[in-house]
């Protein structure tokens, strides 16, 4: 009780330091701004990890009287919160920030940040300090908590800072958040990763994975829920092994039942689940309550046997499958999506079919497909890979016709029927976009007033895997 409170006392400091700091640079920041305020742009790349870290920096922003652009022209201050998980995501970051050197040459007041996971590889750190002398500032995800004296320090010395911290273990909780929805929103629940999947870059750039204490999370979800937040995703790279690193141990499963016995009328949703650590007590409780959303984030990555081995998943085929089934068995509308890798290093058609096969055999509502991308420093880049990308290529476009096969039938099924819809957003011609519990996307006429709303509608048409409806 004692150490806990000592705990309690150091992270008391740490944040009334970071106040101080974002209150000197409030003056600071107002005083080389172009306009009245300090304008801020952050803009993330990569999963809603980075989109809640984001969050966080908007919030610390927010403190050092920003306000926000989505215009890089107008903005005083740019932050790149970067992804490294395939090359594709980390040629998109360097081709954006080579585009802002001509408006830091006609505004040399801006200052230009970059954070998030390809700052922690060490020869990408490098290579951005290199070839962008424009870059003040570079911080890494372990360092998102010091963000007002790094910028502190870049801006009162002039010297450009390189950030990158060891992964302390722990999470600093306390950090002030503007989230960018209304009415959606994402609750970190853990950080980082240990799973090592052969293929990943997360575990070497997130850290150790490590839990948010339970009471943290609940007063959390209870702030967003009277907030007006209808729709809560708990994030993790791997909520189903919520709990480990707690004293007291606690299960994602009874974290999830916590949460959804809050009052109010709202959805929960979680994301990612690993299937070698899914538990049925967990589909017992998105069975047993109204709140938790009908659907499973399960990504599959390979349905070969060989090929899951090879990509340390810890998991097989028939171990999928067992986890569908009893899915299917305790809710049987359940939506289920997931993440597939085309090309892995090794891999033969012959493999690639076996995925086909349990992709069909399982009938995911959608998929997040990707073709292989080798990341310096993980296992999969040093293994043999014969497959050249343009064969990878057409791997990749077959899998995309049979998942447009099974989404198109999945949504056929369930026209007439009736579904309770979350409405997001009004689309240019007059329509209403909404979604599912199931994550499916309904089209509707309705009034703008209603985003925001759930509302009943029923399924007129499908057209491929996008609903149109009317309201019931
Ligand atoms: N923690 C999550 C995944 C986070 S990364 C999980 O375990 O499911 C999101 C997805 O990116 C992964 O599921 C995988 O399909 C894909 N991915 C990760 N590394 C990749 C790589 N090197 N090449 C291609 N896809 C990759
Ligand atoms: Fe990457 Fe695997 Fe961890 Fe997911 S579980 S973040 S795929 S290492
Ligand atoms: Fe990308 Fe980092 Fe997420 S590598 S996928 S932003 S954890």
Known sequence: MQDNQILENIRDNELARNHEY????????????????PMALVRTYG??????DSERLKGMLAEMGCE??????????????????????????FGNVGALKSIKRRHPSLIIALCGCMMEQEHIAQRIYKSFSFVSLVFGTHEIHRFPKLLYDTVTTGRRIVARGEDDGKIHEGLPIVRD???KGWLPIMYGCNNFCTYCIVPYVRGRE???DPNMIMSEARGMISAGYKDITLLGQNVNSYGKTLEREKTFASLLTDIAEIDGDFRLRFMTSHPKDLSNELIDVIASSDKICNHIHLPLQSGSDRILKLMNRHYD????MEIVEYAKKKIPNISLTSDIIVG?????????QETLNLIREVGFTSLFTFIFSP?????????????????????????????EEIAAKRCESMVGERYRVLVESAKPDGELTSRTEENIIVEFKGSPRLIGTFQNVEITRARNWILKGKLA
């Open 317 to 320: 085929r028939k171990r999928y």
């Open 22 to 37: 974002s209150q000197l640079l409030c003056d600071i920041l107002r005083s080389r701004a172009r306009g009245k305020s």
């Open 181 to 183: 929805g209304t009415f």
């Open 47 to 52: 999963c809603q990890q980075n989109v809640a």
């Open 375 to 403: 990341r310096v420093g993980t296992p999969a880049a040093e293994m043999d890979d014969p497959v050249p990308y343009e064969e990878k290529s057409k791997w990749f476009s077959e899998l995309l016709k049979v998942q």
């Open 344 to 352: 892995f290093p090794g891999e033969t058609y012959e493999d690639f």
């Open 68 to 93: 926000f652009t989505d215009d890089e022209n107008d903005a005083d201050i740019i932050i790149f919160n970067t992804c490294a998980v395939r090359e594709h995501a980390e040629d998109r970051v």
């Open 210 to 212: 490590r839990s948010r």
